[in-house]
C-alpha cells in the first residue's frame, strides 16, 4: 500500500467514489447538523427505504420489520454469528471465501468445516451433494455467499431449492451473503437469484447486504440484515452493544443511494460484465494462465501453471513487475495456487496491469 509504482488490484472495491448525489445528500445531512445518536435497527426511513427496493427487485414483500441497518456487511456478518452461535456450534461455508465470512463465525465460537467449489470444464461449480451431505443434524448454521467472492460463482434457484429443504428440515440457519447480488452478469437478470425469494419470514434465514459494492460507498460502512421479525428484539441490543447505530449522514446518503441510484448501479453492473469479458479473454491469451467462468461478483480467480504458492506469487508480482493481485491462499487452503483480481478499475489501468503480467511471465 502506498508505493505509486505498484498497480493495487487485491482491494475489493471499485476505483470510483460514490456518485455524487450520494454524497451531496451526506453533505446536506451534516450541514442540517444530523450528528446525533439513532435507532438500534436504523432510521425508519431507511428501513422503509431497504423494505421497498427488495419488494421491487424481487417481487415479494419484505417488511421493513425484518430490516435492521448495520454498520457494513461486515458488520452485519458479526451481528448474524453473535445472535445465532454458541461454543463449538457446527458451520459450514461454502469456500474458497472472503476470508472475513470464515473467520467471524469462529470468533462467535463456532466450528467451520469447508464445502469447496469445483472447477468443472472451465466453471465454477457447487458440488450440491457434498454441501447437502455437509448439512448434518446439528449442525447450526450455513454461511453461502453468492455471488461468490472471490471466484464469482453464483448459486441457481434449483440449488437454492434443494439447500433450504435440507435447512428447513434439520433446522440448520443459512447465513446469505447477498452483497453481490446485483453484480450478476446473466442476460437480463437485475438481480442474482436470492433465497429471499423462496423463504417465508418465519424462515432459518438471515440475508446480509451492504451498500459497499453495488454503490461504491465502502467507506461509508453502512449495510443491513434481513431476518425474522422476531429476530429484531435480539438484535437491537446487540447492535448497541456493537456499534449502537449507523452515523445519520451514512443513512441519509444510502437512502438517496436507493431511491436515485437504480441507473448508476446498472451501468457499474454493466461495466463490470464488459471489464471481466475483456480481462478474462486477455489472461486466457497468457501462457499457462486458467481462468474459470463464472457469473457474478467483480473479481476474476485465476491460476497460473507452475507456480503452486499463492503468497510467493502475490510477492513477486509486487516486488518484480508492480503488479499487485491477492494471492488465492487468503481465501482458505483451497484457495491456495490461485490468484485474485479485483476488475472494478479503469480498463486503462487494468490492460497496464496485463502488460507486467505478461512482461512477467516471459521473462
Ligand atoms: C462476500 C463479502 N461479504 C461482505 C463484505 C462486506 O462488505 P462491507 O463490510 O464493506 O459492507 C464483503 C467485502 O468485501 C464481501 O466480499
Known amino acids: 500500500m ?8 487485491w482491494f475489493g472495491e471499485s ?11 451526506a453533505i446536506a445531512s451534516l450541514r442540517e447538523g444530523e450528528t446525533f445518536y439513532s435507532e ?49 456450534d457446527r458451520v459450514v461455508a461454502v469456500t474458497p471465501l472472503w476470508p472475513n465470512a ?37 449442525t447450526r448454521m450455513l454461511v453461502l455467499n453468492s455471488p461468490n467472492n472471490p471466484t464469482g460463482w453464483t448459486i441457481d434457484h434449483e440449488q437454492q431449492k434443494a439447500i433450504l429443504e435440507t435447512c428447513r428440515r434439520l433446522g440448520i440457519w443459512i447465513i446469505a451473503d447477498d452483497v453481490y447480488e ?13 433465497f ?11 440475508s446480509v447486504n451492504s451498500f459497499s459494492k453495488a454503490w461504491s460507498m465502502t467507506g461509508w ?37 436507493l431511491e436515485r441510484g437504480e441507473a448508476d448501479v446498472l451501468r457499474l453492473r454493466d461495466n463490470l460484465a464488459a471489464t471481466r469479458h475483456r480481462l478474462a479473454a486477455e489472461l486466457r491469451q497468457l501462457p499457462r494462465v486458467e481462468v474459470p467462468a463464472a457469473d457474478g461478483a467483480m473479481y476474476v480467480f485465476l491460476r497460473i501453471a507452475g507456480y503452486p504458492d499463492s503468497l510467493d506469487l502475490a ?3 509486487i516486488a518484480e513487475a508492480g503488479l499487485g493481485l491477492a494471492p488465492g491462499r487468503a481465501f482458505g487452503p483451497d484457495g491456495e495456487g490461485w490468484l485474485r483480481w479485483c476488475y472494478a478499475a479503469d480498463w486503462s489501468r487494468i490492460q497496464l496491469g496485463l502488460e507486467r503480467l505478461a512482461r512477467f511471465l516471459s521473462v
Open 196 to 206: 429471499l425469494t423462496l423463504t417465508d419470514p418465519g424462515d432459518r434465514l438471515i
Open 221 to 257: 460502512r453502512v449495510g443491513w440484515i434481513v431476518a425474522p421479525p422476531t429476530m429484531m428484539t435480539d438484535l437491537a441490543p446487540l447492535i448497541e452493544y456493537n456499534t449502537s447505530c449507523v452515523p445519520e449522514f451514512s443513512q441519509r446518503g444510502a437512502t438517496v443511494a
Open 15 to 25: 476505483d470510483r467514489p460514490t456518485p455524487e448525489f450520494i454524497r451531496e445528500a
Open 102 to 138: 470464515v473467520e467471524i463465525p469462529k470468533i462467535a465460537g463456532g466450528r467451520v468445516e469447508c464445502v469447496s467449489l469445483e472447477v468443472n470444464q472451465g466453471r465454477w461449480e457447487l458440488p450440491l451433494q457434498r454441501l447437502l451431505d455437509a448439512l448434518t443434524p446439528g
Open 2 to 9: 502506498g508505493r505509486a509504482d505498484v498497480l493495487p488490484f
Open 315 to 317: 510477492k513477486r508480482l
Open 182 to 194: 446485483r453484480l450478476t452478469y446473466t442476460d437480463g437478470l437485475r438481480s442474482a437469484p436470492s
Open 40 to 88: 438500534n435497527l436504523g432510521r425508519p426511513y431507511l428501513r422503509r427505504a431497504i423494505a421497498a427496493y427488495l419488494a421491487e427487485l424481487h417481487g415479494c414483500e419484505i417488511g421493513a420489520d425484518r430490516i435492521a441497518v448495520t454498520a457494513s456487511g461486515d458488520s452485519a456478518l458479526m451481528l448474524a454469528s453473535q445472535l445465532l452461535l454458541a461454543h463449538r
